[in-house]
């Protein structure tokens, strides 16, 4: 049983460029929530996800940034024009239920460069 | 205020010592307290849950004090392998669907 997948691993941008970054969760998980880690700081919650369904992105950024996570596919975070303060590990979690008592998986993340 | 507070450290410590890490959180609704371990940047995994009554897995205790609003980790007999950093997690009531992460605290087992 696989664990949560993401990729890429590495990502290297230019300013103003997409980043497409791509989480699939567990096998039989359908909620997924994405994290991020400046350097030097502690993971900070983005946007939790059930399938088709954004359920709470009270920590994404107001511009520029989506997350989705369609009926069929990995969940997808998007960030459009990217500025060096984008820089960070993306992480990427799910669970089989929204109950958080229940064990939280996380994939290896995703390491955003912008040059 | 953070929300989470943890010493970030680093805590230095020989093999075999024991250590002990303290976290505070600001929001007395919080429901649920965790702490997860992160390697060099790689992923955080869950090392245990913490409850009011204290709960043990082998050289690791845990422990929460709702009225200080306080979470603590002790580790014993310290391995080289445990050095890494230490998240306390929160998750608050009515929000089941974030955790809260502390910046973590560094611990570096030494020969």
């Known amino acids: 049983n696989a664990g949560v997948m993401q990729n890429p691993r590495h990502l290297v941008r230019r300013r103003g460029q997409e980043a497409r970054l791509r989480c699939s969760p567990m096998?039989?998980?359908?909620?997924v929530y994405w994290y991020r880690q400046l350097p030097e700081e502690g993971l900070k919650f983005m946007v939790y996800l059930q399938k088709e369904n954004i359920i709470d992105e009270s920590g994404m950024p107001k511009e520029r940034f989506s997350a989705e996570f369609p009926k069929e596919g990995p969940s997808i975070l998007r960030i459009q024009q990217v500025v060096r303060g984008d820089s960070a590990a993306y992480f990427c979690?799910?669970?089989?239920?929204?109950?958080?008592?229940?064990?939280?998986?996380f994939g290896s993340g995703t390491q955003l460069s912008v040059l | 205020r953070k929300e989470v507070e943890q010493d970030p450290g680093p805590f230095n410590v020989p093999e075999g010592a024991t250590v002990a890490f303290n976290c505070t959180y600001s929001?007395?609704?919080?429901?649920?307290f965790f702490w997860y371990r992160q390697d060099c940047r790689k992923e955080p995994k869950l090392l245990m849950s913490v409850y009011s009554s204290g709960n043990e897995d082998g050289r690791f205790t845990a422990q929460l004090n709702r009225a200080s609003q306080y979470i603590s980790l002790l580790i014993r007999d310290s391995k080289l392998s445990d050095s890494a950093t230490y998240l306390c997690?929160?998750?608050?009531?009515?929000?089941?669907?974030?955790?809260?992460f502390g910046t973590g605290t560094r611990l570096q087992v030494t020969l």
């Open positions: 997690v929160v998750v608050e009531t009515g929000t089941a669907s974030k955790l809260t």
């Open positions: 929001n007395s609704a919080s429901q649920s």
């Open positions: 096998k039989g998980h359908s909620h």
């Open positions: 979690a799910s669970s089989p239920s929204r109950k958080l008592n229940e064990k939280l998986f």
